[in-house]
């Protein structure tokens, strides 16, 4: 469970109703065949003090925030082995996605992601963005106007993941809000970004 790179992205299949909603509402026929059905949730993991950790904007999380010492809704901090677990013991799997070799982090950029992510998401206490999610989901909101612009106050899962994608220069500029985890995570894999390194289930739990 150690190995793990800064801005690997974990695409989470949650086994509860709202769950396997979102993943079947967000499903693509077209898409690489192990992003038909979309995640219901992503996570993005960065390095704190040389140890790896799991960050997410959620309000379904039942742990306390390493940093905020309470259980939050919204960006937070947890131990990657435990939340993999509570996905892998309810009967879903996450999937693990790594940046190809060529577009790995710099020392350098590893470090910025630990400080975007920790003092200005978790740090300053962004909460969950529930319109957001919900706009972000719809194909008729994506593409028109009537998207609503980000704020980086209050973040859902993949927008918070797409906007540190951006900054790094891994994902094109745009509104981060457009993005669900499955229309992420699938460009991110056409594009040659990001390729799946291994997936965490009950059948292969080592």
Known sequence: MSDFEPLDIAACYGMDPTS??????????????????GPS??????????????????????????????????????????????????????DLYRLSPVDRLSTAESQLLTRILI??????????????????????FKHTRLLPSADLNQLFCSELAAKVLM????????????YNPGTLLRQLAR???????????KENQS
């Not at 140890?51 to 904007?57: A, F, N, Q, Y």
């Not at 390493?66 to 960006?75: D, E, N, P, T, W």
């Not at 994902?171 to 809000?177: A, G, Q």
Request: aromatic share 6%; proline share 6%.
């Open 119 to 140: 003092r200005h998401f978790v740090g300053r206490s962004v909460t969950y963005d529930v319109g957001g999610a919900l706009l972000s989901g719809t194909r008729l």
């Open 41 to 94: 949730h992503v996570a993005v993991i960065c390095h704190v003090d040389g140890l790896p950790v799991w960050i997410e904007s959620t309000t379904l999380c039942p742990h306390p925030c390493l940093v905020r010492h309470a259980k939050v809704a919204g960006c937070q901090v947890h131990p990657v082995e435990i939340r993999i677990q509570d996905y892998v013991a309810s009967g879903g799997h996450v």
């Open 191 to 201: 594009e040659g970004t990001m390729q799946l390194e291994r997936s965490f289930s």
């Open 20 to 37: 396997k909603a979102i993943s079947w509402l967000t499903a693509s026929p077209f898409a690489p065949r192990r992003l038909r059905r």
């Open 167 to 178: 900054r790094l220069g891994r994902l094109n500029r745009d509104n981060p809000t457009k």
